[in-house]
């Protein structure tokens, strides 16, 4: 077809945290929870 989609899995294990949020910088090792997200506010990204 010639085209390309993108998807993203929201529900990935590696960045939801223990109450239930995405941690994005959950690889930095001095994360100041900066970056953290409930799944509307990732979803509206």
Do not use: H, R
């Not at 995405?22 to 090792?29: G, I, R, V």
């Amino acid at each position: 077809t010639g085209k390309v989609k993108i998807g993203m899995d929201v529900a990935a294990s590696e960045f939801l945290t223990k109450d239930g949020k995405y941690d994005l910088d959950f690889k930095t090792a001095d994360n100041d929870g900066s970056q953290v997200l409930t799944g509307e506010e990732l979803k509206k990204l």
